[in-house]
């Protein structure tokens, strides 16, 4: 069964750069989460969308912005990165029209700050 | 406010013990859902478990198995006869309905040895 895809997969930057990641929900899902786990964390909500309108925000820096395009995918835009932003950012993707609150994980992407 | 407590930071087992991971919440929603995940070493977060706040049974698959305790609000996940294979960090995660945000406890790191 296809899976959230997450590109890149790993991504180096250096401190004050830019950085996008991009998420591919599973066919058919209209909602698409973002979460940022930093070393030893756990998972902490960022943003989410529905039907490429955001429906919920965390505690997203305004460094970051997000969005979902017509094609149900969302990039994560990043700006003047700190070295605090090196993390895994997780996408999750759901279908509104199946079983309540079922998330579904990208495998991730390390972006490192350096 | 959502918040999720995992105690125990870490627990190290010898291959075949048996372990229970503790997880206990809280929310004013009177419909929830609880989920565990397993993040092995590679990063990915492995889905285990999505139990309704309506649904106090417990369960069990394989060797695997979870307790519900409303009365106590927690949500314990025991692993029978451990194997080197489980060692990973766990997380258990809230949400409300309406396919919300995931709040995470800060894991348990579990590890197993031969």
């Known amino acids: 069964a296809a899976g959230v895809i997450q590109s890149p997969r790993h991504l180096i930057k250096e401190k004050r750069e830019t950085a996008t990641l991009k998420c591919y929900p599973i066919?058919?899902?209209?909602?698409v989460y973002w979460y940022q786990q930093g070393p030893g964390q756990d998972p902490q909500f960022l943003i989410s969308?529905?039907?490429?309108?955001?429906?919920d925000k965390g505690s997203i820096p305004d460094r970051f912005s997000a969005q979902q395009f017509s094609d149900y995918h969302s990039e994560l835009n990043m700006s003047s990165l700190e070295l605090g932003d090196s993390a895994l950012y997780f996408c999750?993707?759901?279908?509104?029209?199946?079983?309540?609150?079922?998330?579904?994980f990208g495998p991730g992407t390390r972006l490192t700050v350096l | 406010a959502q918040k999720v407590t995992q105690a125990q930071t870490e627990i190290s087992v010898v291959e075949k013990e048996d372990v229970t991971l503790d997880c206990v919440y809280e929310?004013?929603?009177?419909?929830?859902?609880l989920f565990w995940y397993k993040q092995p070493p590679s990063g990915e977060l492995v889905f285990l478990i999505r139990?309704?706040?309506?649904?106090?049974q417990n369960e069990i698959s394989g060797r695997y198995s979870w307790n519900f305790q409303k009365s106590t609000s927690s949500f314990n996940f025991t692993i029978t006869a451990s194997q080197v294979v489980d060692s990973a960090v766990y997380f258990c995660?809230?949400?409300?309905?309406?396919?919300?945000?995931?709040?995470f406890g800060t894991g348990t790191r579990l590890l197993v040895s031969p």
């Open positions: 139990r309704n706040s309506f649904d106090e």
């Open positions: 969308f529905y039907e490429k309108m955001q429906s």
């Open positions: 929310t004013r929603d009177t419909t929830y859902y």
């Open positions: 995660a809230l949400s409300g309905t309406g396919f919300q945000k995931l709040v």
């Open positions: 999750a993707s759901s279908f509104r029209g199946g079983t309540d609150n079922e998330q579904f």
């Open positions: 066919p058919r899902h209209d909602t």
